[in-house]
């Protein structure tokens, strides 16, 4: 048996399941399958950060017996399990190993940089945006809401915070924006009453920002789970039900509770074994390594990290398919380095560039690795 399906046993690791997944769901409303509700017409909304537990902890606390006339599923989100993977997957149909977004920070060859492709920006200094440089361009086109669109009229709706939805939009796409909660709701109730759209695809985000904040079972993350269902029974279920619309709710990842950070910058001894800065997200870096060093570097992770993290050789992962495919597509192979070190229980790893102000105030929620507060979403089909 491969030797790191025996280390994710050990360390309770929740391994993706993509047959029954976000991305798998989002694949049977294109295909037009049962699972997702008889009616004809769908709404997709994406709820970033929901949890399974969350939503079953909301529930469990708070009175919203509205939500318990409908079927709630246990599902998997893709991993790396963080927002800009299962964006990528979702829009585009494809696995992590077929797109190359591995994480909020992406190394491309092309530039000859880590990237933060969703910001337009160089890991180096996300705030500073460097359009002409097409860093948003190794986000490949979203193609499964195009396939949608081309037999059916497709709404994105997205909050002000979204720089760039995924499609542009033409005469069969229409692209709108809110600004709070209540305003995305009263949107979508009148685009449900004006019976234009066959598809809308709804990304709503402020739960996860709560729990980044806050941490994933705070009593302020139950209370904006709760109030967000509160608000849909209460402006949108009425029209809803008597509309020809099912409505799919599901989520990008879930968060677990931060209690230590490992911080790795240009002056730690493990620069010394790379061939530059690592690059992923809060819970998995992708490394590579310079191979005469790889002895030192996993005897240097085995004696001051093992507590806290995986090291393994990618290879290897990715032959478990992890990340959907046992093999990566060889144009974007290079994006998963030589070796992956993954965080082990509430650890959250991070990479600070030098020169670039740190916040002190890390966060208390984070995702993107393997626990099951991460890869579980709900699925619920109203």
């Not at 920006?121 to 809401?145: C, Y």
């Not at 685009?191 to 920002?209: G, R, T």
């Amino acid at each position: 048996m491969n030797d790191f399906i025996n280390k994710t046993k050990e360390n309770n690791f929740i391994l993706p399941n993509y047959k029954n997944s976000n991305l798998s769901i989002i694949k049977d409303i294109a295909n037009r399958e049962k699972r997702v509700g008889e009616k004809k017409k769908k709404i997709f909304m994406l709820i970033d950060g929901l949890g399974y537990n969350l939503l079953s902890k909301t529930l469990s606390e708070r009175k919203i017996d509205f939500i318990k006339n409908y079927k709630i599923e246990k599902i998997s989100t893709v991993f790396p399990s963080t927002t800009t993977v299962a964006l990528t997957s979702i829009e585009t149909g494809l696995t992590p190993s077929e797109h190359g977004i591995v994480g909020w920070h992406v190394y491309s060859k092309e530039l000859g940089s880590v990237v933060a492709p969703y910001r337009d920006s160089l890991a180096i200094n996300e705030n500073l945006k460097f359009d002409q440089l097409g860093v948003r361009n190794i986000i490949p086109a979203p193609k499964l809401l195009l396939k949608i669109a081309e037999n059916r009229n497709l709404m994105l709706l997205f909050d002000r915070s979204v720089e760039k939805p995924p499609c542009n939009g033409g005469n069969k796409i229409k692209i709108d924006r809110y600004t709070m909660q209540s305003d995305m709701l009263i949107k979508l109730k009148n685009e449900i009453i004006k019976d234009e759209y066959d598809f809308i695809y709804i990304y709503y985000s402020l739960i996860d920002s709560i729990e980044h904040k806050y941490g994933p079972l705070s009593e302020a993350s139950i209370n904006a789970t709760a109030l967000l269902l509160n608000e849909l029974k209460n402006i949108l279920l009425p029209t809803l039900e008597k509309s020809d619309y099912n409505l799919i709710i599901t989520a990008d990842h879930g968060h677990t509770k931060v209690n230590k950070w490992l911080i790795i910058d240009n002056k730690s001894k493990i620069m010394n074994y790379l061939y530059g800065p690592p690059w992923g997200d809060a819970r998995i870096m992708f490394m590579n390594v310079i191979p005469k060093y790889e002895n030192d570097l996993k005897k240097y992770i085995a004696e001051k990290y093992s507590k806290y993290t995986i090291l393994e050789d990618s290879d290897e992962v990715i032959s478990t398919g992890i990340f959907g495919k046992n093999k990566v597509n060889e144009k974007i192979r290079y994006r998963f380095g030589t070796h992956i070190l993954l965080a082990k229980n509430n650890v959250a790893l991070e990479y600070s560039y030098p020169n670039i102000n740190q916040s002190n105030k890390k966060p208390t929620g984070i995702h993107s690795g393997l626990s099951e507060d991460e890869m579980r979403v709900p699925l619920i089909i109203i």
